[in-house]
């Protein structure tokens, strides 16, 4: 069976190296050891030495030669907009409080997974609420880096 061994940040390997690709849903994307398949069907094992987070765009490296890219899976999520950016800070606190992971989109958009409570509390907030299918790639928190996270850089 394949192994993919080592982590190559989005944009730090070639295109032309990609064999295959994997679609992932966040919590699948923050993983050690775990058998995965690709999208063209063909079974492979994840065998990374510590776990790591998976971002959209990185490149699994197999021990053979190639590289299986990481695609984050669209999953059900829900927008969330206040009516100006201090309700929307505002929403992000009540978000925050209750340790939900949270996505800040370029137009300060946040996104969460769409649950049905949460998005309740905020539309009762006052919050402009769009639920659909997307990718979802929380931040990582403050110390994700200190405790290993995926930071972009790699022992090679």
Do not use: C
């Not at 009516?83 to 009540?94: I, V």
């Amino acid at each position: 069976m394949r192994r993919a061994v080592d982590v190559r940040s989005a944009g730090d390997w070639p295109p032309a190296a990609m064999v295959a690709e994997v679609s992932l849903a966040f919590d699948a994307r923050h993983r050690r050891r775990f058998k995965m398949t690709d999208g063209h069907g063909e079974p492979f094992l994840l065998d990374l030495r510590r776990p790591t987070l998976l971002n959209d765009g990185d490149g699994l490296l197999l021990d053979g030669d190639g590289i299986i890219r990481v695609r984050a899976a669209d999953e059900a999520v829900a927008d969330i907009r206040g009516r100006t950016p201090a309700d929307t800070a505002r929403l992000a606190w009540h978000i925050g409080n209750r340790h939900t992971p949270v996505q800040v989109l370029s137009d300060g958009t946040l996104r969460i997974r769409d649950d049905h409570v949460i998005v309740g509390m905020l539309e009762g907030l006052g919050g402009e609420i769009i639920r659909h299918r997307a990718p979802f790639s929380p931040e990582p928190g403050a110390y994700a880096r200190a405790e290993g996270g995926h930071g972009h850089h790699h022992e090679h």
